[in-house]
């Protein structure tokens, strides 16, 4: 059972890492060098999809996280 745990937890990790990395913020690397970070946009169609699946996905590896150290 432990074993699953750290598997699940090792694909849902990958998963976050693939989710974060995929979403786009205002000038990408433009604004974590000083860019204008005054630039803001309200998130639709797939952007809003992948935002909630980065919330879901990060959930899903807390909830594993708990479960591998209480079992």
């Known amino acids: 059972?432990?074993?699953y745990l750290f598997y699940g937890q090792i694909a849902v990790s990958i998963i976050l890492i693939?989710?974060?990395a995929i979403q786009q913020r205002g000038t990408a690397l433009g604004s974590a060098?000083?860019?204008s970070g005054e630039f803001y946009s309200t998130r639709r169609g797939i952007q809003k999809k992948i935002y909630y699946a980065t919330i879901?996905?990060?959930g899903l590896f807390?909830?594993?996280s708990i479960l591998g150290?209480?079992?």
């Open 69 to 71: 150290l209480l079992l």
């Open 1 to 3: 059972m432990n074993t």
């Open 62 to 64: 807390i909830v594993l």
């Open 33 to 35: 060098f000083g860019g």
């Open 56 to 58: 879901g996905t990060a």
């Open 18 to 20: 693939i989710l974060v």
